[in-house]
């Protein structure tokens, strides 16, 4: 028997086991966090926080109960449903799954419940080990520790993985982490393969993480023509180019293939995606001699793929939204929680903005560093492509506060490597390396930064409330869809719809924010809901409810509409009176209800009028709209 099994191991170096790169550690953090939202199983699928969450539920029945794989209509929404959902399969899949899977030992309802405990939390496993792994590689084992705690106590960061958020931003979090990750490989042909499956699999969920899969390609590019790996370049390129339009091929019905689109997958990104690769892959085999003909070559090549991503819709030059009429934006686009200015959302939430940027600083700080004083801390390239990246998360959430939450994560291993190299220089000089780990790590949490300025600040911002964090208030949505913060949790509580539920199945007229509660909670079609390709009805539900009754009414016959629904509990309630007296909204939030609606449930904070029938609905429906 070896003996050196049976000497009991000291107990620095047994402590130093869980403070360094260790499964069981990465695991009890996980456990955790889930066990620390284990509270929310008593309302999970009823009670939601965000309104993206109702509607990925909604999607993910449709799918489970035959809608295509490629069909992505909702068609109880604005009927007939004129575009499809911008949003993507991949996500509603494992969703899916869950639910079968849960369907083999527990009713239909439990096992939605069980889904939406374990998908978020599931794919916290993954953001875990490559926060871990990117701090590790920028400072050392010891920043193992500090790179768990520090995402589990980050609460805009674990607000995307906490039970019940079933949207795509936790995935596209999971996977822009390991997009950093990777690039911390050496060079080699597999890394370039690894970078260029991440970014199509990034672009095939959604747009939001696009500045990151355009870093990357940079970081690629200037690899190239510095000389550094001709291979990896060369097989990024193609990968990039082929895997764009495997997902493309896998994600959408080859009818929409020419279409362009700015806020998904598209033929306008797939293009770029070719040309950008391909012309890359092209000049890596060539085999260019200097730098400066590299650099050439790349320009003219980045300018043709920018040509071609404009042919399919010229609009997408002006961004994701590019497609968006002006008067959306008005109506409702500029009031959207997420899309706020940072300094917006301190007005309302000053702990909570302010505890945001606390991991953005900290690794400006520890970047200067690195650039004047700490040059070797920043010795691989991919340290500047992840500062680079929270410079830009930072810089966007200024002006869209939801960025914020990528700039936080992002933050991350970069200060866990800061005490990691702290840490491991004092063990070098014979002091304590795990006194440092575990001071730096909870001097850096946020959670003790929120406690301090929740204690320390002005009185008037001790009204902050964790329910309207970054995390839930600031990152959620579309991409422009305004959810958490603007509608209050009777109205996001689909109970509350039951009576509604149990009416004659009809189209309803009720503000946007409702709509995708009314789709989870009733058989009932809306007009309206916070997805900006349904710009119709966002806009005539709009103008129904603030014109006069007399004008609301005919519209509603002419749209073909049966019920108006109210929540009381909304916004609206305490402002229509004063803002729009005379609106039909006003009218029966202050239950003067106008002739032509009659109340049919009148109990409760979730109000439904029918309107009476004086024309064919089947002559009258989709014959006015109001643009």
């Given amino acids: 028997m070896d003996r050196s099994l049976m000497t009991p191991m000291p107990r620095g170096d047994l402590l130093a086991t869980f403070l360094k790169p260790n499964p069981v550690v990465l695991a009890a953090v996980w456990l955790?966090?889930?066990?620390?939202?284990?509270?929310?199983?008593?309302?999970?699928?009823d009670v939601f926080n965000d309104t993206d969450d109702a509607m990925r539920?909604?999607?993910?029945?449709?799918?489970?109960?035959?809608?295509?794989?490629?069909d992505l209509h909702q068609y109880r929404l604005d009927p007939p449903a004129d575009l499809p959902m911008h949003w993507s399969r991949l996500v509603d899949l494992p969703i899916a799954l869950l639910i079968r899977l849960a369907e083999l030992v527990v009713p239909t309802a439990t096992a939605e419940k069980a889904a939406m405990y374990l998908w978020p939390t599931l794919v916290l496993i993954p953001a875990l080990a490559a926060v871990r792994r990117i701090a590790c590689r920028i400072g050392g084992d010891w920043a193992a520790l500090p790179a768990l705690y520090l995402i589990a106590t980050c609460a805009p960061v674990i607000g995307q993985f906490m039970p019940g958020r079933i949207d795509h931003h936790n995935a596209q979090i999971a996977l822009t982490l390991w997009l950093i990750a990777f690039a911390f490989d050496p060079p080699s042909p597999a890394r370039g393969l690894r970078l260029a499956a991440t970014s199509a699999v990034m672009m095939a969920v959604g747009m939001e993480t696009l500045p990151f899969v355009l870093f990357v390609a940079v970081f690629v590019v200037v690899g190239w023509v510095r000389d550094t790996d001709r291979g990896e370049a060369q097989v990024y390129g193609l990968g990039l180019a082929a895997g764009t339009a495997a997902m493309m091929a896998a994600t959408m019905p080859p009818g929409d293939w020419s279409r362009g689109a700015c806020d998904a997958l598209s033929a306008n990104y797939v293009v770029l995606a070719l040309v950008g690769g391909l012309g890359l892959a092209a000049g890596a085999r060539v085999g260019l001699q200097g730098w400066a003909v590299r650099l050439a070559f790349v320009g003219a090549v980045g300018g043709v793929a920018l040509f071609a991503f404009a042919l399919p819709d010229p609009a997408c030059l002006r961004g994701p939204y590019g497609q968006i009429l002006p008067e959306v934006r008005t109506v409702w686009i500029d009031g959207v929680t997420e899309i706020q200015p940072w300094h917006v959302f301190f007005q309302a939430h000053h702990v909570d903005a302010l505890v945001a940027l606390i991991p953005p600083v900290l690794a400006a700080i520890i970047v200067g560093r690195a650039a004047v004083v700490d040059r070797d801390f920043a010795r691989h390239p991919a340290f500047w492509l992840?500062?680079?990246?929270?410079?830009?998360?930072?810089?966007?959430?200024?002006?869209?506060?939801?960025?914020?939450?990528?700039?936080?994560?992002?933050?991350?291993?970069?200060?866990?490597?800061?005490?990691?190299?702290?840490?491991?220089?004092?063990?070098?000089?014979?002091?304590?390396?795990?006194?440092?780990?575990?001071?730096?790590?909870?001097?850096?949490?946020?959670?003790?930064?929120?406690?301090?300025?929740?204690?320390?600040?002005?009185?008037?911002?001790k009204s902050d409330d964790a329910a309207s964090t970054i995390g839930s208030a600031a990152t959620t949505g579309n991409g422009a869809s305004g959810a958490a913060g603007t509608i209050q949790p009777p109205c996001m509580t689909l109970s509350n719809y039951a009576a509604a539920a149990r009416l004659e199945r009809g189209f309803v007229l009720a503000e946007i924010d409702l709509g995708p509660m009314i789709l989870a909670a009733t058989p009932h079609s809306v007009i309206a809901a916070p997805y900006h390709r349904m710009q119709r009805g966002i806009l005539d539900g709009h103008h129904m409810l603030r014109a006069a009754p007399e004008e609301a009414l005919a519209a509603m016959e002419?749209?073909?509409?049966?019920?108006?629904?109210?929540?009381?509990?909304?916004?609206?309630?305490?402002?229509?009176?004063?803002?729009?007296?005379?609106?039909?909204?006003?009218?029966?939030?202050?239950?003067?209800?106008?002739?032509?609606?009659?109340?049919?449930?009148?109990?409760?904070?979730?109000?439904?009028?029918?309107?009476?029938?004086?024309?064919?609905?089947?002559?009258?429906?989709?014959?006015?709209?109001?643009?």
């Fill in 57 to 70: 539920l909604v999607e993910v029945r449709d799918f489970l109960a035959g809608q295509g794989w490629f």
């Fill in 558 to 627: 002419a749209r073909g509409i049966d019920y108006v629904l109210i929540c009381t509990a909304s916004p609206a309630a305490a402002t229509v009176a004063e803002h729009e007296p005379a609106s039909l909204l006003a009218a029966v939030m202050q239950g003067r209800v106008p002739a032509g609606l009659e109340p049919v449930v009148s109990d409760g904070v979730v109000r439904v009028y029918r309107r009476g029938r004086t024309t064919s609905l089947a002559d009258l429906r989709g014959s006015l709209t109001f643009h």
């Fill in 32 to 45: 955790f966090v889930v066990v620390h939202f284990v509270a929310r199983w008593a309302t999970l699928g």
């Fill in 386 to 461: 992840l500062a680079a990246s929270v410079a830009a998360a930072t810089a966007i959430g200024f002006v869209q506060v939801r960025t914020i939450v990528y700039a936080d994560i992002l933050s991350v291993p970069l200060v866990a490597a800061a005490i990691g190299r702290f840490a491991a220089a004092n063990e070098r000089m014979g002091r304590s390396a795990t006194v440092v780990v575990l001071a730096g790590t909870v001097l850096a949490s946020s959670s003790l930064a929120t406690l301090v300025l929740g204690k320390v600040g002005p009185a008037s911002w």
